[in-house]
């Protein structure tokens, strides 16, 4: 079985239960809705359909968050290179008969630097800022092509003061928090206060759900610290990351960015055209395989598929070859590879998590065992990216989904005991009963001496056997 998490894009044209069941199958643990392409209506019908195929696939929805798009155009532009056009964020004709392009964002035409870049669907067009006046701002396009309806655009090296949540996204956390999904990949996130803006309107509504914060700028980049002190994970999303920076420089931040989620025991995922020749093709390219298993190499917690699986004409093979080979790069992983973790605040978890990874991969052991209220020692466990199966007894079935982010945990749920004597036997008879463990097996075991929610404060190692029989509670 593989230790990395796969995320798949699902579309509301192609969400059957059946179809859903063969991603899960194949290898699937999250599931990702994209709010830029779905209704609240679509989206349940989704989320149904996903929670129909089993509780166990986490749900993750993307928010718009501080995005610029092309606005209110009825057909599309023309442009040929050398073309001057006036853009604005304002709803005008050019008094000198020049072609206009409206954005989504009123303030830009003032925000925009006199030598700014605008980058227009991906990076397809760019036009650079040859003049700033009262109400636009004149620019010369570099290359031909077609300027369309709701296209994105992006500044490379500047950022608008955009308020981090628009009504839309609002609505969509409403929508996540009633409906009790998992995450929210939030995008476009800049600093701290991103993060904390969609916080606030998770606790408005009273929400457990967890924060991915989107990274795909230079700005979060550069606080990916203070990012990284108020998100639950990350997401290193390389379409307008790439854009935003040099395509050179992609490869040194992400191997960054993972290291920095790793050491933080937070859950890391590389998304963007992993397997994009799959969305016509049935087989990847020989360099799409080398970036799924440089990532893994990398050690990050999770991989994503977009488009291949959302609208692609491969979407099972897809989950399948990214399965396969995350499978054949973790059975070769290279421990000059690991990352290594500092300790930080005297913290307990930490020391016994790192020990248990060790005496897992040395000793003649089967699997790591742990009892979990709120994730964190499953998580602590899983940053230290050990060889075995991390199997971690929740209580409550969010956690559970919570944890299909983290690496190498395989979560499951079981009924809260009293005491750790009872918690341990009822975790691993749960094992045993569903064929991961057999009574001869060694395994680690970590756990907490004062109950549920105590935290965990000792290790033990033995066979199943024995840790079911020993009691005298």
Not at 12 to 41: S, W
Request: proline share 4%.
């Amino acid at each position: 079985m593989k230790h990395t998490k796969i995320v798949a894009s699902i579309s509301d044209l192609k969400c059957e239960p059946e179809f859903v069941k063969a991603l899960y199958q194949a290898g699937m643990n999250v599931a990702r809705l994209n709010t830029a392409h779905i209704t609240e209506e679509t989206a349940l019908t989704m989320v149904n359909n996903i929670r129909s195929v089993s509780d166990s696939i986490a749900l993750l929805i993307d928010t718009k968050g501080p995005e610029i798009r092309t606005v209110n155009m009825e057909s599309p532009i023309e442009i040929e290179k050398g073309d001057l056009i006036e853009v604005s964020g304002l709803d005008r004709k050019s008094e000198k008969g020049r072609p206009t392009m409206m954005v989504s964002y009123n303030n830009f035409h003032v925000e925009i630097p006199a030598d700014g870049t605008l980058l227009i669907d991906d990076g397809e067009l760019e036009l650079s800022v040859q003049e700033k006046f009262e109400d636009y701002v004149l620019c010369l396009v570099e290359n031909p092509g077609k300027i369309k309806n709701k296209k994105s655009i992006n500044t490379p090296g500047f950022s608008v003061k955009l308020p981090s949540i628009s009504e839309k996204d609002k609505t969509f956390i409403k929508f996540a928090a009633k409906n009790k999904l998992d995450f929210i990949a939030h995008s476009f996130v800049r600093n701290k206060e991103d993060v904390i803006q969609v916080q606030e309107q998770l606790d408005k509504l009273n929400s457990p759900i967890k924060i991915i914060a989107k990274i795909e700028n230079w700005d979060g980049v550069n606080n990916i610290d203070e990012i990284l002190d108020h998100a639950y994970g990350i997401m290193v999303a390389r379409g307008d990351l790439g854009i935003e920076i040099p395509a050179e420089k992609i490869p040194g931040i992400q191997r960054m960015l993972i290291k920095k989620a790793v050491q933080r025991k937070k859950p890391v995922i590389i998304a963007t055209q992993m397997l994009h020749s799959m969305i016509d093709n049935p087989r990847p390219t020989r360099a799409e395989v080398s970036d799924v298993a440089n990532a893994i190499y990398s050690r990050t917690d999770a991989i994503m598929l977009s488009g291949e699986t959302a609208y692609g004409q491969y979407p099972i093979e897809s989950v399948e070859y990214m399965s396969r080979i995350a499978q054949q790069v973790e059975s070769s992983k290279d421990k000059r590879n690991d990352i290594t973790i500092p300790a930080v605040n005297n913290e307990v978890v930490a020391y016994l998590a790192e020990a248990a990874i060790l005496a897992s991969d040395e000793l003649k052991t089967r699997a790591i065992v742990t009892n979990t209220l709120t994730g964190k020692t499953a998580r602590y466990l899983a940053a230290f990216r050990g060889k075995n199966p991390v199997y971690a007894s929740c209580y409550e079935m969010p956690v559970v989904r919570q944890l299909a982010l983290s690496y190498g945990v395989r979560p499951f749920l079981v009924e809260p005991k009293k005491n750790k004597f009872k918690m341990v036997r009822s975790s691993l008879k749960e094992l045993v009963n569903k064929g991961k463990v057999v009574n001869d097996d060694n395994v680690v075991y970590v756990g907490g001496s004062f109950g549920i929610g105590g935290g965990s404060t000792f290790m033990e190692i033995s066979t199943v056997e024995r840790l079911t029989y020993k009691e005298k509670e």
